[in-house]
């Protein structure tokens, strides 16, 4: 099972909206409505910032969204802002004997 | 609150063992999905196992016959027993709590070398 796909650097200025990309298959991304996303901040824990493609839980700013068309999984944040720079990753459910799968990760720079 | 700590690693030489616990608090391990997740220096995450509440185990191919995942009910804690480990095993491992990782611990960093 190959980890999932997102480039590996994405910046955007204070205030603008930017897109993460995460790419699967059918076996995973494209099967299932259970994709997930996560920030972590240099030397910390990964924090659930979306899940079930798109829900957010308590207490997550509304900046941030997710959706998915068939194999690709994306995260939205809106209004970016300093503490938004940090590496953000995806996972996915997947039917191989794997189970879950993990994304690439990528870099958040704030300009 | 929903707390997740973990406790056990350290340096360990190629071919050794080591057991990895993650004391839980704020609910309870055996109704929960509970799972271990491992990210090697510089690098991304890895599912490594999980736990289902009724008790099925799941394995990364990676870690496959050399590491168990287990929980004890009376102390509201998980394991991960990790045998004949490996350079490549040398990671942050934390312990997460749902199916989608909802909760995580703050990590405890194993180091495989002789």
């Known amino acids: 099972q190959s980890a999932l796909t997102q480039p590996a650097s994405v910046s955007g200025s204070p205030g603008q909206s930017i897109t993460i990309s995460c790419t699967g298959t059918?076996?995973?991304?494209?099967?299932?409505?259970?994709v997930s996303w996560y920030q972590q901040h240099p030397g910390k824990a990964p924090k659930l910032m979306i899940y079930?493609?798109?829900n957010r839980p308590s207490g997550v700013s509304n900046r941030f969204s997710g959706s998915k068309s068939g194999n690709t999984a994306s995260l939205t944040i809106s209004g970016l802002q300093a503490e938004d720079e940090a590496d953000y990753y995806c996972s996915s459910y997947t039917s191989s004997s794997t189970l879950f799968v993990f994304g690439t990760g990528t870099k958040v720079t704030v300009l | 609150e929903v707390q997740l700590v973990e406790t056990g690693g350290g340096l360990i030489q190629p071919g050794g063992s080591l057991r990895l616990s993650c004391a839980a608090s704020g609910f309870t391990v055996s109704s929960n999905y509970m799972s271990w997740v491992r990210q090697a220096p510089g690098k991304g995450l890895e599912w490594v196992s999980v736990i289902y509440s009724g008790g099925s185990t799941y394995y990364a191919d990676s870690v496959k016959g050399r590491f168990t995942i287990s929980r004890d009910n009376s102390k509201n804690t998980l394991y991960l027993q990790m045998n004949s480990l490996r350079a490549e095993d040398t990671a942050v491992y934390y312990c997460?709590?749902?199916?989608?990782?909802?909760?995580w611990g703050q990590g405890t960093l194993v180091t495989v070398s002789s």
């Open positions: 997460a709590e749902g199916l989608s990782f909802d909760y």
């Open positions: 059918s076996s995973d991304v494209g099967g299932y409505n259970y």
């Open positions: 079930d493609v798109s």
